[in-house]
């Protein structure tokens, strides 16, 4: 499966920004059949088994978060950029190879859970999901795993977690 996944994912030179290379996963969501085997896959992993809930990072995370919820029946939260989420948020900074942004989560949707499995669509040096991390485990919340589809492996971010990391495809 993992070579059917490859020649799906397409670069894009200089995206955002002038010296990255931006992996785009757009065309795998244009093969049901393969986007199915994918989240049946990410599914069937005992990250998602051990977690009460879902959180999935804005925004690709949420295409894979929600079929993954809906396809284990688990609740699912999200992680937004700012300016994206009412209600009382608990929000936290990173920064990213190009920049910095911050994520935010409504304070009332982690509270009747325990556990969390995040979910995003690429894993590359871990400042995204360090963020997410951090603001659960300042909420006092446990985190089962991560699970991204693409994994950024010469980068070295599932160095920065002390939680499982399951990736589809390492490149």
């Not at 785009?24 to 992993?45: C, G, H, R, T, Y």
């Amino acid at each position: 499966m993992t070579e059917n996944l490859k020649h799906l994912i397409k670069d894009h030179i200089n995206f955002p920004v002038k010296g990255i290379i931006f992996k785009d996963i757009l065309p795998l969501l244009q093969d049901p059949d393969i986007f199915a085997k994918v989240i049946e896959e990410m599914s069937n992993s005992p990250i998602f088994r051990n977690a009460d809930a879902i959180i999935s990072i804005d925004a690709r995370g949420f295409i894979f978060g929600t079929a993954i919820s809906f396809y284990l029946s688990k609740p699912m939260v999200v992680a937004r950029k700012p300016g994206k989420l009412p209600g009382k948020l608990i929000q936290k900074s990173y920064d990213l190879e190009y920049g910095s942004n911050s994520l935010a989560i409504q304070e009332e949707s982690i509270k009747p859970y325990k556990s969390f499995a995040i979910v995003d669509d690429l894993l590359a040096t871990g400042g995204t999901v360090k963020c997410v991390a951090e603001i659960l485990n300042d909420s006092c919340k446990e985190i089962s795993g991560l699970s991204v589809v693409i994994e950024l492996g010469e980068l070295c971010g599932r160095d920065k977690f002390k939680f499982p990391v399951e990736s589809n495809i390492v490149l």
